[in-house]
């Protein structure tokens, strides 16, 4: 990438970054992207799924076919930051980079359309809405797949902490099954002067709360991996009174169907058995996120391939997240893999969803060029997942 190229990138990223839009708003963050493929001779297609983008670059006689995603949507979150840049949205910010995301595919566009090496077409898939896991969803129900044929889809999310630029490819899982747990105890209000009158659910709650951590480490294979943590907890509402309620909201992380459905049986159980052992009742209640990001295994070779085409270092020891990704969505439809690019050093505890955070312009011809390059790729070789 031409230093030309990589300046325009990082104003168009600082733009993203300073002009933050939450999932299900990025009105402006697309027409943002809109104004750019204009600019860049790259025809679109606007609305799917909602503020989502598809451009389409085809080149030569081949009808080989490859989607390229990138996400758009920012964060509930105040930044701390002091940048000329920082955010003028009050408590929303690009914390997660999506706004470098948005940037290296169009990065990728640029790259693509000034190359004719490659046949084939590529769809660049810009979508909204992955922070509250409906983007993907949606731009499927919008008949992406339909109006937008792809054999395969990549993507990938910049990494804080890992070297910057360079590919980390995971073997298989790449990111977990994310979901939340509500749970409610219901017991019998009264004075805290006169607790044998009550059935106190605080207390109940925190034989709970212990008891939920036994999850993981007595019901999990200690080869498996899973994660149970609360988040909220909620109850009372004066300082002499035993109240009648009270509730606790968490999330579960898991990799594989079985963990998930051992993790949330033992919750309703523990939850169950708890409020019968102190005499009340128990509601509980499990929102599913979605799947875990699960890479396939042709599709990972490519993305490494790709890597050392564009003059990257490569990674495959890097163990998965246990955040999740709405991605799983697209992989579920289409043979494909995500992977991560290094951002950097972690600077003043700027981890994603931090308010610190920043996504690093320096790594755009990294992140650009491997997206550019696993198009390439795919498109290159005879593939088969059969």
């Keep these: 990438m031409d230093q030309a190229l990589h300046d325009k990138l990082t104003a168009w990223r600082r733009h993203l970054h300073a002009h933050p839009e939450l999932s299900l708003q990025e009105e402006k963050t697309s027409a943002f992207i809109r104004e750019k493929l204009t600019e860049l001779g790259v025809p679109f297609t606007a609305g799917i799924g909602g503020n989502g983008v598809v451009a389409t670059l085809r080149r030569g006689a081949s009808d080989r076919s490859v989607g390229l995603r990138a996400d758009m949507d920012a964060l509930p979150i105040q930044e701390a930051n002091d940048l000329p840049y ?12 999506h706004d470098g995301h948005t940037v290296s595919l169009l990065g990728a566009a640029a790259l693509l359309a000034a190359d004719d090496s490659w046949s084939g077409t590529v769809q660049l898939l810009f979508q909204p809405s992955e922070e509250n896991g409906a983007g993907a969803r949606a731009m499927i129900a919008d008949g992406l797949f339909e109006r937008f044929p792809m054999e395969r889809v990549f993507g990938f999310h910049n990494w804080p902490g890992l070297e910057a630029g360079t590919v980390a490819v995971h073997h ?4 977990a099954e994310p979901g939340r747990f509500m749970v409610s105890l219901h017991g019998t209000a009264g004075h805290a002067a006169k607790p044998d009158l009550t059935r106190d659910p605080i207390v109940a709650m925190g034989h709970l709360i212990v008891a939920l951590q036994t999850i993981v480490a007595r019901n999990v294979d200690p080869l498996d991996s899973a994660v149970v943590s609360i988040g909220m907890i909620n109850g009372g509402l004066a300082p002499n009174q035993i109240p009648t309620s009270v509730a606790i909201q968490g999330t579960f992380r898991t990799y594989r169907p079985e963990i998930r459905d051992r ?9 169950h058995g708890v409020a019968g052992t102190f005499e009340m009742k128990a509601e509980v209640e499990f929102v599913r996120g979605g799947l875990a990001t699960i890479n396939t295994e042709l599709e990972e070779e490519v993305s490494v391939a790709a890597a050392k085409a564009a003059g990257l270092p490569v990674r495959r020891d890097i163990r998965p997240s246990t955040a999740g990704e709405d991605f799983t969505y697209f992989l579920q439809h289409r043979p494909g893999a995500y992977v991560w690019i290094g951002n950097g050093p972690v600077r003043d505890g700027g ?6 955070y920043d996504f690093n312009d320096a790594i755009l011809p990294a992140t650009a060029g491997w997206m550019a390059a696993v198009a390439k790729q795919a498109l290159a070789g005879e593939l088969s997942n059969g």
Excluded at 86 to 97: I, K, L
């Design 172 to 175: 298989g899982p790449v990111m």
């Design 263 to 271: 993790v949330l049986q033992r919750i309703s159980d523990i939850a």
């Design 86 to 97: 920082a955010s003028s949205t009050p408590r929303v910010m690009h914390a997660c980079g």
């Design 351 to 356: 981890e994603l969803h931090n308010d610190r």
